[in-house]
């Protein structure tokens, strides 16, 4: 069944899908950094120092979805889960997201080892990623899985983002957006196995109301990683 | 290099290598109910008993590999580590090694149902397997690699095993060792990566002898987990 399929979903599904869905409202599209970005009004300084920031996110993807296999006692669950880890670590075929945002990196003037060593990570970004992190290391799968569904959002401002780019900041060669072009079809992918998995977990009004909450949580995480972004690159 | 490759090897390679290899005198292949295992002295309902607790440990490998990814922030290393995972859960073409302990469970005698819901397991093999998971949720990366040399002596004992129950054991389906087999060329593969590792990151005294007190640990895990199935089935 899929998640929408009302036909054999758990009672008040619908609203519950509801719930999650109206934290886009709270999504990182709206932060005016990414407003600005979009509306192309980033300097190079600022769409370097947000590409730098942000890899200590993407390094920490695999890391999170880790925790969450582990977490989780159903063989059946990880099997499909592990492909995302394969997606962003790579594999012998597919150099794999992180490798995707270190060529974004070089695309937009920076040095694979600077990007790596981390060294213009803000302390506001670290935070709020290891928050996000630990928060997968120590709640329930469910809650886990549900913070993933910030993915639900995430191919409208990749589309927006891709044609920022594409129209405003032609400095950066084109091979340098891979990793977003990607992003629209594992996100979709990847946000209905997770709102699927979501809605046959949580059932009773509790843990309904944590996962909205499991959200709710990772919505602040984007949100705060930009804020901090945003003090460092005043423009 | 490989972890024997004394020429590039880290000072002092051969020595911490045998220390590490000292361990073998502490391996569950010398537990008294192994020991009765491999001399067809066990009952059937020693086996299922044996087979039912084990089944533990084997629904725990994934969940202690994921929390050792989910632990070390260098993607190489994770690209390798991830294959563990991907051998016990299973993928598209193989049913990995939970499915085929539970193939050696049916070969036995034990219905799949039982062994999934764990009734079976005794309160000791669970804090024994529990601890190890724990521990490598918690410790250090390199600590948590080095935990998992026990595959450093894990072919001789199956190769004995294969042989006992082929022996001894001929009610058993011979199609139920398929787990035991499989083992035989993926322990030696995986514990030379993980020497590897081990020589490579432990350099200084304290995190040499912190690896050897984790492969001890291990040690502990496996032996503890056998004398609690040996009083839980007596004979």
Redesign the interface.
């Known amino acids: 069944m899929t998640a929408l399929d009302e036909t054999q979903a758990p009672a008040g599904t619908e609203e519950f899908v509801a719930a999650l869905r109206a934290n886009a409202r709270r999504y990182h599209h709206q932060h005016p950094f990414h407003l600005r970005m979009n509306r192309g009004e980033l300097s190079r300084e600022q769409i370097r120092g947000w590409v730098a920031n942000r890899f200590h996110y993407q ?1 920490c993807i ?3 979805d ?2 969450i ?3 989780c ?1 159903d ?1 059946e669950f ?2 499909r889960w ?1 492909g995302r ?2 997606d ?4 012998a075929s597919d150099p ?1 997201g ?2 995707a945002w270190l060529r974004l990196a070089e695309a937009v003037g920076l040095s694979r080892a600077e990007v790596r060593d981390e060294r213009h990570v803000v302390p506001g970004v670290r935070f709020a990623v290891d928050a996000y ?1 630990t928060f997968t ?1 120590t709640r329930p799968c469910a809650e886990a899985v549900a913070s993933s569904l910030t993915e639900l959002f995430a191919p409208d401002l990749m589309s927006e983002r891709l044609a920022a780019f594409e129209r405003y900041y032609t400095w950066v060669e084109g091979e340098g957006l891979t990793y977003f072009r990607n992003r629209l079809h594992q996100a979709p992918r990847d946000s209905e196995h997770a709102l699927q998995l979501v809605t046959e977990w949580c059932r009773s009004d509790d843990q309904r109301e944590r996962a909205v909450a499991a959200l709710s949580f990772k919505c602040d995480v984007l949100w705060s990683m930009l804020d901090a972004i945003d003090q460092a690159y005043p423009g």
Chains 1, 2 share one sequence.
């Not at 962003?88 to 594999?91: A, I, L, M």
């Open positions: 390094q695999p890391l999170k880790a925790a296999l582990s977490n006692p063989p990880r099997r592990i880890i394969l962003h670590d790579g594999t794999g992180i490798e992190v290391r």
